[in-house]
């Protein structure tokens, strides 16, 4: 496989973010908390950077200013004061957050920087309140071992999160403040990494370290991946946001896929003889065409005045349908760009036709105003002109990069392992001196006395629980790449139940749940709690946990009593089993009699079954045996 990528020149990189469990956010006092339900105030601003910071932002940015966005922040009193909202500065760096940094740097082997230094990074989006987010470096060069290669550990900065993205209202975009200011820390890795396996594997082995020092949260959402992946003739493409360790070796997948297939689609162009003066940024109106459409959308558009605009991409017929990698299409590359630059819901492609209730007549009529050719593709937008127009120019822009194979840019995951256009790849200097933040000296003394009390290495880790709680190799790996170390030991230490069954619980019970769309990540620590108590207690048994779970999951407020009750899963009394067995016996009395003591292991799993999670096999075993030798008898 790594033969494979190597023969292609695949570099990839990481960066790791990871929620910090802190008491307090960076730089205000806030509880780092999320809140559910209605917000309980909403302030709405437009964002003006002043000239001087300006001279500093790169495109990107720009353009997101020119958008003019109006961005409606959503905030509650809990987990939002003056600081998050920019009405007053940023205090003091949080120094629990500092620690953690700096206890993971040292776990990776990074030199801790002698002063941490806030700065400014400049993000544009609306995700900061004050337009740019606070970040500081805490360590340099670093490196963790994977499989007996060393991959470099580049950077570790200490970061705040962004607020959340509820929601887009064409111009105007909501987003949730209370995320704004949770520590992040930001392991960024050397660009040595060489197959989507290595990446994975690298991926889960920081991601092991950061839980390592068990101060780190945990919860989807709370560790996020971004990853820069390159090939030879291709480019360096920067994909955020990979929500899941498990998703990163397809991530890489795909975007090799997708690069090898525009390189292939490159040469398809030169063969079909496709120029750069081929593609022009001729629009033509062809509303006419539309008048009468039976397609809803384009209908909608010419009823409110706006209308439809073409453009012809010579040579390009057959391509835009043309699968780059799973679920990747060149004509969705080109929706998206249409949607970024042009702010339009969508485009239309020759491609995808006769569709959408857009008839051969329709096409026929578009083709001839387009002057195209079988070999030629067209795309045309129905939104408000300066929209249409700006999306038609982002097109053809993309249709002439075609003829040199791929683009830089920036991409977003997908939760399925996909990614779609998000925005251009940024450009340097985006940094500057956060001013309001005094730096903090990292003096020796305090890194020997960090260095004396580090929390054990994975490795470490591992042989404990396997020696101490007996687990299988298999079973401590996936507690320990699991979200649950912590957890899982203080219910082995609290409960009578035994560490395997814990573990198992834990581990893969939850992935067959989550699986199952259960969300298990509702399931509070004191809900596991007491639902181990009672199985420890004997008051239900493991073989109820998977419906407890998914019951607590979807009942936050309420303990393991109330779901056992709910549920009907509480232990059945002697007397309740003795019933049953009987029951059992008696309506399959002929079967009893033809079998003899032959028939215990078929009742047996009768039994079980009806009573499934409320007794003890051992016990079924016991009455069972003794009922039927009676009946024998
Ligand atoms: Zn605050």
């Known amino acids: 496989m790594s033969n494979k990528y190597s023969k292609i020149g695949l570099k990839a990189g990481l960066e790791i973010h990871q929620q910090l469990d802190t008491r307090e956010k960076l730089f205000c006092s806030?509880?780092?908390?999320?809140?559910?339900?209605?917000?309980?105030?909403?302030?709405?601003?437009?964002?003006?950077?002043?000239?001087?910071?300006?001279?500093?932002?790169?495109s990107a940015a720009l353009f997101e200013f020119h958008k003019e966005t109006r961005i409606l922040y959503e905030a509650n009193n809990e987990s939002v004061c003056l600081v998050e909202m920019d009405e007053e500065p940023p205090h003091?760096?949080?120094?629990?957050?500092?620690e953690i940094c700096l206890i993971a740097s040292l776990m990776m082997k990074a030199e801790p920087v002698d002063e941490i230094h806030v700065m400014r990074k400049t993000v544009i989006d609306g995700s900061n309140t004050t337009g740019f987010q606070r970040t500081c470096v805490v360590a340099l060069n670093g490196e963790i071992?994977?499989?007996?290669?060393?991959?470099?550990?580049?950077?570790?900065?200490?970061?705040?999160?962004?607020?959340?993205?509820?929601?887009?209202?064409?111009?105007?975009?909501?987003?949730?403040?209370d995320r704004l200011g949770i520590p992040l820390i930001e392991v960024t890795t050397a660009p040595v990494i060489y197959s989507p396996e290595e990446a994975e594997e690298t991926a889960f082995a920081i991601g092991r370290i950061l839980r390592a020092t068990r101060m780190v949260r945990r919860g989807l959402g709370t560790i996020r991946q971004d990853v820069n992946v390159s090939i030879r003739d291709g480019a360096l493409i920067e994909i955020k946001g990979v929500q899941e360790l498990e998703l990163v070796s397809k991530v890489i997948e795909n975007e090799v896929k997708r690069q090898l297939s525009l390189l292939e689609l490159r040469e398809e162009l030169k063969k079909r003889g496709v120029k750069e003066a081929d593609l022009a940024e001729e629009f033509v109106d062809v509303t006419p065409v539309f008048k009468n459409t039976k397609?809803?959308?384009i209908a909608k558009a010419i009823k409110q005045n706006n209308p439809v605009l073409a453009v012809r991409l010579r040579g390009f017929a057959g391509l835009l349908k043309k699968e780059l990698a799973e679920g990747m299409r060149l004509g969705s590359e080109l929706a998206g760009i249409a949607r970024f630059w042009g702010r339009v819901g969508g485009i239309f492609h020759t491609d995808e036709m006769p569709a959408y209730g857009i008839t051969a007549e329709e096409l026929n009529q578009l083709g001839k105003l387009?002057?195209?050719?079988?070999?030629?593709?067209?795309?045309?937008?129905?939104?408000?002109?300066?929209?249409?127009?700006?999306?038609?120019?982002?097109?053809?822009?993309?249709?002439?990069?075609?003829?040199?194979?791929?683009?830089q840019e920036t991409r977003a995951a997908n939760p399925d392992g996909t990614t779609k256009y998000m925005r251009p790849r940024p450009g340097a200097a985006r940094m500057y001196p956060e001013t309001d933040v005094p730096p903090i000296q990292v003096t020796?003394?305090?890194?020997d006395e960090l260095s004396s009390r580090l929390p054990e290495l994975p490795e470490q880790l591992m042989k404990r629980l396997m020696k101490e709680y007996k687990l299988n190799q298999k079973l401590a790996k996936q507690i320990l790449d699991s979200e649950y170390l912590e957890l899982f030991e203080s219910l082995a230490g609290e409960t009578k139940v035994s560490a395997t069954v814990i573990a198992v619980a834990l581990t893969e019970t939850l992935k067959a749940l989550r699986r199952d769309g259960i969300?298990?990540?509702?399931?509070?620590?004191?809900?596991?709690?007491?639902?181990?108590?009672?199985?420890?207690?004997?008051k239900t048994a493991k073989e109820s946990i998977p419906e407890v779970l998914t019951w607590l999951a979807g009942h936050e407020e309420a303990g393991a009593k109330e779901a056992l009750k709910s549920l009907g899963l509480g232990m059945m009394s002697r007397k309740e089993l003795e019933d049953l067995v009987d029951d059992v016996i008696e309506k399959n009395s002929e079967f009893v009699e033809l079998r003899g003591k032959g028939a215990f292991g078929p009742l047996m799993g009768i039994v079980m079954k009806k009573a499934r999670g409320r007794v003890k096999a051992q016990l079924v075993n016991e009455i069972l045996k003794k009922r039927l030798d009676d009946t024998i008898a």
């Open 295 to 297: 397609c809803k959308v």
């Open 30 to 58: 806030c509880e780092p908390k999320l809140f559910k339900g209605e917000p309980e105030f909403t302030f709405l601003r437009r964002l003006r950077p002043t000239q001087s910071e300006l001279g500093q932002v790169d």
């Open 519 to 538: 969300n298990v990540e509702a399931v509070t620590d004191g809900q596991f709690m007491g639902m181990f108590r009672l199985i420890g207690e004997g």
């Open 444 to 447: 020796k003394g305090y890194l």
């Open 145 to 177: 071992d994977i499989k007996g290669k060393k991959v470099g550990i580049q950077q570790v900065s200490l970061e705040e999160d962004a607020a959340r993205k509820t929601g887009k209202d064409g111009q105007l975009i909501r987003y949730r403040i």
């Open 370 to 407: 387009l002057k195209k050719e079988p070999m030629d593709a067209v795309v045309f937008v129905a939104d408000k002109p300066e929209n249409a127009t700006d999306a038609l120019k982002a097109v053809t822009e993309r249709a002439r990069v075609a003829l040199n194979g791929v683009p």
């Open 92 to 98: 003091d760096l949080n120094r629990e957050a500092v």
